[in-house]
C-alpha cells in the first residue's frame, strides 16, 4: 500500500525547544525518505532525506531518525526558531538501483509553529 | 539542484475555461512531474512526463482533463482543462535531479469561480 501517515497534525514549540515529527510508512520496498519544508506562499523545499541503509542523518539543525524495523522515520528540530514555522511533508519513494521508477508519496504534513 | 519557474504565479479563471501553466528548468532534465496541491492539503501526483514520450498519469487523473506536453528536455506544460471550482490548487511542476532528489517549482495558484 502506497501510504505515508504524518503525525501531529499541527504543532506549537517555544523557541529553544525541539520539534519533532513522525512518518510511519508500510509498503517494504520504499527505499528514499525525504522532508520537505514549505513556507506560505512557496512550493516545497526539500530540507533533508535519508536511504534506509543508516539509522539517523544529521544537517545543521535538522536530523532524521530512521527506524527500518518498525518502519517509522522522524524528523527533529533542534533549537527551533520563529523562522522555522512552515509546514513540513515527510515522502517516501522506491528509488532502487536504476530510479526508472521515481514517484514520491507525501504525508498530510504538519503544521509546526515556533513561538519567540 | 535545479531553478524551475512556472508561470502563471497565480490566476483566476471562469469555469468552463482552460489553462495552460508553464515550467521551465535550468537545466536538462529526464523526469519532470506535475503534482496538485489542494488548500491545506498535501501533494498528490498527476502525472510523470518524460520527453519523447506520452505523459503517464496517475489513477483518478485523466489526458483529457490535465493535457501534458513535454517538447524539450527543459520545458512542460500542463493545461487544466474545463474547469471547475473543484481545479482551485496549487499546481507545482517538479523535476528529478541527480540521485533521486526532487525539486519544486514555486507553484500556480489557480482560483475557478
Known amino acids: 500500500q502506497q501510504q505515508v501517515k504524518q503525525s501531529p497534525q499541527s504543532l506549537i514549540v517555544q523557541k529553544g525547544g525541539i520539534s519533532i515529527i513522525n512518518c510511519a510508512y508500510e509498503?517494504?520496498?520504499?527505499?528514499?525518505f525525504p522532508w520537505y519544508q514549505q513556507f506560505p506562499g512557496k512550493g516545497p523545499a526539500l530540507l533533508i532525506a535519508?536511504?534506509?541503509?543508516?539509522s539517523e542523518k544529521k544537517e545543521g539543525r535538522f536530523t532524521i531518525s530512521f527506524n527500518k524495523s518498525a518502519k517509522q522515520f522522524s524528523l527533529h528540530i533542534m533549537d527551533s526558531q520563529p523562522g522555522d514555522s512552515a509546514t513540513y511533508f515527510c515522502?517516501?519513494?522506491?528509488?532502487?538501483?536504476?530510479?526508472?521508477?521515481?514517484?514520491?508519496?507525501f504525508g498530510k504534513g504538519t503544521l509546526l509553529t515556533v513561538n519567540p | 539542484s535545479a531553478v524551475i519557474s512556472q508561470k502563471p504565479s497565480r490566476d483566476i479563471c471562469q469555469r468552463g475555461t482552460s489553462l495552460t501553466i508553464q515550467c521551465q528548468v535550468d537545466?536538462?532534465?529526464?523526469?519532470m512531474f506535475w503534482y496538485r496541491q489542494q488548500p491545506g492539503q498535501s501533494l498528490t501526483l498527476i502525472a510523470t512526463?518524460?520527453?519523447?514520450?506520452?505523459?503517464?498519469?496517475e489513477s483518478g487523473f485523466v489526458i483529457d482533463k490535465f493535457p501534458i506536453s513535454r517538447p524539450n528536455l527543459t520545458f512542460s506544460t500542463l493545461t487544466v482543462s474545463n474547469m471547475s471550482p473543484e481545479d482551485s490548487s496549487i499546481y507545482l511542476c517538479?523535476?528529478?535531479?541527480?540521485?533521486?532528489?526532487?525539486?519544486f517549482g514555486e507553484g500556480s495558484r489557480l482560483t475557478v469561480l
Open positions: 515522502a517516501a519513494s522506491m528509488i532502487g538501483s536504476g530510479g526508472s521508477n521515481y514517484k514520491l508519496t
Open positions: 535519508i536511504r534506509p541503509d543508516v
Open positions: 512526463a518524460n520527453q519523447g514520450s506520452e505523459a503517464t498519469y
Open positions: 517538479s523535476v528529478r535531479v541527480g540521485a533521486g532528489e526532487l525539486f
Open positions: 537545466s536538462q532534465v529526464t523526469m
Open positions: 509498503n517494504t520496498a520504499f527505499d528514499y
